[in-house]
């Protein structure tokens, strides 16, 4: 199947991309750079060892979208796209919306311009809002409480209205807990521009000494150590859940929303004594306070994926760590031979 992928150089873009090739899909990388960089796309053509076509827009320029639907015969979109830090939303809440709603209005001009109508479409945990129960299920009342969230509910909204309008579409709503880790080459990873706001790249830049310490954001919820829980998935097998999602919708039309993750809460603390364990590097930490918007925990249930996608995920935390590690040492190596 020709696959274009908006957001395609992205962390989640990048692996999902190898997933695809790997899978025997062809690829077409979408994306305007805001928050990665052309090296990836020759990084994921060193893993797959063949070309992987790239074009640098926007989503929010339709027309170019078009023209490159069209070029490349694309017959389903993965659409990850978008601006993605809850305080970023929160301080500019406008961007957020143009980037993820705007954006997500534009592509989905562009299919319709072109009949391509099957979409998978990169949601989030955050639709859950504050967690009236655990773990999360698919029928867990939504509600976001910040506008990047907000934003991805508005478009699983608008994405259940085009199915309803117009039998055809076929639109698989994935929502991801917390992916971390890297790919086993340690060739791509995620490397945010700037401070990371999530945990893993945090971990790894305090591990490699280029941030100083880590900000754990809470220490008095109630939890067992009274440090936030997630649900880490490693982005390799979110990768591969994209993959299984595009064989479901090859069969299913109508609009579907379906949990990636593995079911297994982490606390900050766990996550960091797994990462020193996995990876002998301590992480200098300071316990800092909650951030607003943050809620307690957030663990998935995963039956649906296994029922419909027939995916679970195999990776342990041992591997996120050891990978994401792998990443960051091997981004080192690069810039030092950059500098020299
Ligand atoms: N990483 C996570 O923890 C997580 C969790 C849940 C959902 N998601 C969602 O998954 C998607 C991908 O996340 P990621 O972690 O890979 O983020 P990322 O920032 O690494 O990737 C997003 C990519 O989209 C590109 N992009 C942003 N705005 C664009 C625009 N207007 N036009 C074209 N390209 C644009 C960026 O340059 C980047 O390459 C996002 O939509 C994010 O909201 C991520």
Redesign the pocket.
């Known amino acids: 199947m020709n696959v274009l992928l908006?957001?395609?150089?992205?962390?989640?873009?990048?692996h999902t991309a190898v997933a695809l090739v790997q899978a025997g899909h062809r690829v077409v990388l979408?994306?305007?750079?805001?928050?990665?960089s052309a090296d990836v796309v020759r990084q994921i053509e060193k893993i797959v060892g063949r070309v992987v076509a790239l074009i640098e827009?926007?989503?929010?320029d339709t027309t170019l979208l078009v023209e490159a639907m069209e070029q490349h015969a694309v017959e389903a979109v993965i659409?990850?796209?978008?601006?993605?830090a809850v305080g970023g939303s929160v301080e500019d809440p406008i961007s957020y919306y143009a980037?993820?709603v705007q954006?997500t209005v534009s592509l989905l001009q562009a299919m319709q311009t072109t009949g391509s109508r099957t979409l998978v479409f990169?949601?989030?945990?955050?639709v859950y809002g504050v967690p009236r129960y655990l773990p999360l299920d698919e029928e867990h009342p939504t509600g976001a409480t910040n506008p990047?969230g907000r934003s991805?509910l508005h478009i699983e909204e608008m994405l259940s209205d085009v199915t309803r309008s117009d039998a055809a579409w076929r639109v698989a709503c994935l929502?991801?807990?917390?992916?971390v880790g890297a790919h086993e080459s340690a060739l791509i990873g995620?490397n945010?521009h700037g401070v990371p706001s999530?945990l893993m790249p945090f971990i790894t830049r305090v591990g490699s000494g280029s941030l100083h310490c880590l900000n754990v954001y809470g220490a008095d919820y109630d939890t067992p150590d009274g440090t936030g829980v997630r649900d880490y998935v490693h982005v390799m097998d979110l990768a591969e859940g994209h993959v299984a999602a595009l064989v479901f919708l090859s069969q299913t039309a109508g609009w579907h929303a379906i949990n990636l993750g593995t079911g297994q809460g982490h606390s900050v603390l766990e996550m960091v004594r797994a990462f020193e364990q996995a990876c002998g590097v301590p992480v200098r930490r300071v316990m800092a306070d909650r951030r607003p918007g943050d809620v307690a925990a957030a663990y998935a249930k995963v039956d649906k994926a296994r029922q419909l996608l027939g995916w679970e995920a195999r990776r342990d935390l041992n591997e996120m760590c050891a990978s994401a590690w792998s990443y960051q040492l091997a981004q080192g190596d690069q810039t030092e031979r950059e500098q020299k």
Request: aromatic fraction near 14%; glycine fraction near 16%; charged fraction near 15%.
């Open positions: 908006t957001g395609g150089a992205g962390y989640i873009g990048s979408y994306d305007n750079f805001s928050n990665s827009g926007d989503v929010r659409h990850l796209a978008g601006l993605k980037n993820n954006g990169s949601s989030s945990a955050t990047y991805k929502r991801y807990f917390n992916p995620e945010p999530n």
